[in-house]
């Protein structure tokens, strides 16, 4: 289990600061999460959109392995960022599947640039975005 301080946008043009193993309660809304990680000198943040209803709930978020991770430094080369999963710049085919065996991720890599589109999926196989890379480079979200 991965315990992590994040920040809760509440969208008022406020942020709640939450720390690692703190709990909250939230009132039914529309909340964005972010979440930053470091490591090795590198860093890396994602996005959680929540939409919170009247129902009581505890929810868990999928957090995939592969991630793109840059310097901590201002203007670092652009080969200086790259995919790793885990601790290991990711290699070949990744396929990552959550505890129900249901694809959540799939790519193919080589030191650590897509050499293929990357795919994710939601909780029930179904893709939810495929990123378009060229010669290793960004080129539209689907």
């Known amino acids: 289990m991965l315990e992590l301080p994040y920040e809760l946008w509440t969208g008022s043009d406020s942020t709640i600061q939450i720390d690692v193993g ?3 309660e939230l009132e039914p809304n529309y909340y964005q999460l972010h979440v930053q990680m470091d490591w090795n000198e590198k860093l890396t ?3 959680f959109d929540l939409i ?12 995939q392995k ?12 652009p080969d200086e960022f790259k995919y790793y999963c885990c ?6 085919t990744i396929i990552e599947s959550d505890s129900n065996g249901v694809i959540r991720f799939r790519g193919k890599f080589k030191n650590g640039i897509p050499i293929s589109n990357l795919k994710y999926y939601n909780k029930y196989g ?14 539209r979200i689907k």
Do not use: A, W
């Open 126 to 139: 179904k893709r939810i975005r495929k990123e378009v890379y060229v010669n290793g480079n960004l080129k």
């Open 66 to 77: 592969s991630r793109f991770y840059g310097p901590t430094y201002l203007h670092p080369p």
């Open 52 to 63: 919170i209803d009247q129902k009581q709930r505890v929810d868990t978020l999928y957090l």
């Open 87 to 92: 601790d290991k710049i990711c290699d070949g």
């Open 22 to 24: 703190q709990t909250i």
């Open 45 to 47: 943040g994602f996005y």
